[in-house]
C-alpha cells in the first residue's frame, strides 16, 4: 500500500493595515464661548485605518478639560495606533487600549474605535448604526447652541437660528448675567425649546437660584449646573429641582454613570470624551439599566465626528449634534440637515466623505 502525499502552499500572513493620521485646524463660523473659555480655532486629528483596499476613518476631538491637547493626541497615537490589529476584534482593541493608556487620552481611543467600525462595516457594505443591529428610529431634534458672548450678540445668535429653522437651542450659561440672557432669548425665540447648559459655572447658591429662574422660562433641561466632582450638591438640587439635571463634565468614563444615576437625571454621552461609539453604546446601556435620560452630544467636530454619533442618537432622548453646523470650514460633507433635523446617515460606513 502507498500513501498519497500531498502538498500545499501555506497560506499567506494575514495583511496588517496601516493607521496613518494627519491635524487640520477647523475655525468656527464665530467665537465659540462657554464660562470656561472662548476658542475659535480647533485642532482635530483624523485618523485612518487601511487594510485590504478599505479606509476606516476616525476624529479625535480632543477637550483640556480631559486632559487632552493636540499635542497630547499627537504624542501618544504612535504609541496606541498598533492596537489596532484586526479590525473585528472589538474587546480586544478596546482591552489593549486600557490596558496601555487606562484613564487616559480618550479622543484617540475613540479615532481608533471608529476606524475599526468603519472598516467592518465598508467591509460588509453597511452603515455602522446596521452593523451594530441599532434601531433605525429616527433621530431626536438636535439642540443649536447660543454660545457665551455679549447680550446683543447671543441675542443676534438666537434670532438667526430660529429664522434658519431651528426649533431647540441650548444656550451657555454661567456668568453673573445669567437671568438676563435667559430672560433676552426667551423674547427672542419665545417658541422655541430652551435647554441650559452651565458647564459647572455655578455655586450651589447661585444654582439654586437659577433653578427658579430656569423654571419660570420653561427650559427643557439644565446641564452641569455645579462643579464636576460635586455628586452631593447635584443631588441636592435634583431633590429641589423641576427641571431635569443632566451631567456632562461629572461624566468622564462608563463607570461613573453608576455613581451618577443618584445625583442626575440624565447623562451627555460624548464619544471623543468616552472613548468611542461602542463605549458611549455601553454607557448609554447602562444609563438607562438606572432609569437616566440619555443626551448624545458632541464636541466642536467635523461631520465625520458628528456622523459616528448620529449612528447612536437614535437610541436617545435628547441630540445635541449641532457641532460641525457650527463650523466655517468642515473638511467632510454628506450629512443632510434640515435646520435642527438630522437624518440617519445611510450610506456605507460613517456614510459622509472628504469635501
Not at 471623543?272 to 452630544?297: E, I, N, S, Y
Amino acid at each position: 500500500m502507498t500513501t498519497a502525499q500531498t502538498s500545499s502552499t501555506p497560506a499567506p500572513a494575514p495583511q496588517t493595515g496601516a493607521v496613518t493620521w494627519e491635524t487640520l485646524e477647523l475655525h468656527t463660523a464665530q467665537p465659540f464661548g462657554i464660562a470656561r473659555w472662548t476658542h475659535s480655532v480647533y485642532p482635530r486629528t483624523f485618523v485612518s485605518f487601511t487594510q485590504d483596499g478599505l479606509t476606516g476613518r476616525g476624529e479625535a476631538a480632543p477637550n483640556a478639560f480631559y486632559g487632552e491637547t493636540r499635542g497630547t493626541v499627537e504624542a501618544v497615537l504612535p504609541l496606541l495606533s498598533d492596537a489596532l490589529r484586526d479590525p473585528w476584534d472589538w474587546d480586544g482593541l478596546g482591552a489593549r487600549l486600557s490596558n496601555r493608556m487606562p484613564h487616559d487620552h480618550p479622543s484617540v481611543k475613540c479615532a481608533l474605535e471608529m476606524a475599526a467600525l468603519e472598516w467592518c462595516a465598508l467591509s460588509v457594505g453597511r452603515p455602522v448604526w446596521q452593523l451594530l443591529g441599532l434601531s433605525p428610529a429616527p433621530l431626536p431634534e438636535s439642540s443649536f447652541t447660543v454660545s457665551l458672548a455679549e447680550l446683543p450678540d447671543m441675542r443676534r445668535q438666537a434670532r438667526e437660528a430660529v429664522q434658519r429653522g431651528h426649533g431647540v437651542l441650548k444656550v451657555k450659561l454661567g456668568t453673573d448675567r445669567d437671568e438676563a440672557i435667559i430672560e433676552a432669548l426667551r423674547e427672542e425665540a419665545p417658541h422655541a425649546a430652551l435647554r441650559v447648559d452651565a458647564n459647572a459655572g455655578w455655586t450651589r447658591p447661585r444654582a439654586k437660584r437659577m433653578l427658579g429662574v430656569l423654571d419660570a422660562a420653561g427650559v427643557e433641561l439644565v446641564e452641569q449646573p455645579l462643579a464636576a466632582g460635586d455628586l452631593e450638591g447635584h443631588a441636592q438640587l435634583r431633590a429641589h429641582a423641576r427641571v431635569p439635571i443632566v451631567a456632562d463634565e461629572s461624566l468622564h468614563h462608563v463607570q461613573d454613570v453608576l455613581a451618577l444615576a443618584n445625583a442626575f437625571d440624565g447623562v451627555n454621552l460624548k464619544l471623543a470624551k468616552l472613548g468611542g461609539p461602542l463605549q458611549a453604546l455601553r454607557a448609554l446601556r447602562l444609563a438607562r439599566a438606572h432609569g437616566l435620560q440619555v443626551m448624545m452630544g458632541c464636541m466642536i467636530e467635523s461631520s465625520l465626528g458628528i456622523a459616528a454619533a448620529a449612528h447612536l442618537a437614535g437610541l436617545c432622548d435628547w441630540a445635541d449634534l449641532d457641532g460641525a453646523l457650527l463650523l466655517a470650514d468642515d473638511p467632510f460633507s454628506g450629512l443632510e440637515w434640515q435646520a435642527g433635523t438630522l437624518a440617519r446617515p445611510t450610506g456605507p460606513g460613517w456614510g459622509v466623505s472628504r469635501a
